[in-house]
């Protein structure tokens, strides 16, 4: 499996922007990045995808870099309640889809 | 979309003593399904994975077992739990490209 590489925490004011960072140098040409988000307690929660193009919901944005080596999940404005640890990971679709998840970035919202 | 439900929500059980936790899935079918674990401070850790009914994919070989006796039922058994055990539990899975997770349950092994 492709990996992915994260900041172990980060953190941010409340309600100013917050970009998380992720490396995934190893990444192939079929890997779509997702990003998920996991609060206390609770289970992941899916946040938002992309393979090549930016990408924008609700909840956040996603910027790809150019060779896909690396992206970033943009919170537009943080709140207390984005306090959470965020999974970026890799996955193809063909079949099953194994999920690699690592330790994931613990972002901290100041208030 | 999917619900996934799991019990019980926590769980304490002293070492060598059996385990069964269930995952029922509702909304949707032929589900690929999966059970990962999350012990105290670290990343989930994928256990098992069914593409079907008697289907079951081991990623880690251990004391644990899993079977999925019904389209939408999977179950994580033991026969002897050890201290190592301990951790979060949830269940998973795929709808297009979300996969999905239950509330999990927290076993604690004593």
């Known amino acids: 499996d492709a990996k992915t590489t994260q900041p172990n925490s980060m953190e941010s004011n409340e309600e100013e922007p917050v970009h998380l960072p992720c490396n995934h140098s190893?990444?192939?040409?079929?890997?779509?990045i997702h990003w998920y988000r996991q609060l206390p307690s609770q289970g992941p929660e899916y946040v938002i995808h992309?393979?090549?193009s930016n990408v924008n919901n609700r909840m956040a944005s996603l910027a790809i870099a150019e060779d896909r080596k690396s992206s970033t999940l943009i919170l537009h404005r943080a709140t207390l309640r984005d306090a959470a640890v965020y999974y970026c990971?890799?996955?193809?679709?063909?079949?099953?889809?194994?999920?690699?998840f690592g330790i994931g970035t613990k972002l901290q919202v100041i208030p | 979309s999917q619900t996934i439900h799991q019990w019980p929500a926590t769980l304490v059980q002293p070492v060598g003593s059996p385990l069964s936790l269930e995952c029922t899935v509702e909304?949707?079918?032929?589900?690929?399904l999966y059970w990962y674990r999350q012990a105290a401070g670290r990343g989930l850790q994928l256990l098992f994975y069914?593409?079907?009914?008697?289907?079951i994919s081991s990623e880690v070989p251990q004391n644990l077992s899993a079977s999925r006796p019904q389209d939408r039922q999977f179950i994580l058994s033991s026969k002897k739990l050890l201290l190592s055990d301990s951790g979060f539990y949830l269940c998973?899975?795929?709808?297009?490209?979300?996969?999905?997770f239950g509330p999990g349950t927290r076993l604690t092994v004593t």
């Open positions: 990971i890799l996955r193809d679709y063909g079949g099953y889809q194994k999920v690699t």
């Open positions: 992309g393979l090549t």
């Open positions: 190893t990444i192939s040409g079929t890997d779509y």
């Open positions: 069914s593409v079907g009914i008697g289907q």
């Open positions: 998973a899975c795929d709808e297009s490209y979300e996969q999905y």
């Open positions: 909304g949707t079918s032929n589900p690929n």
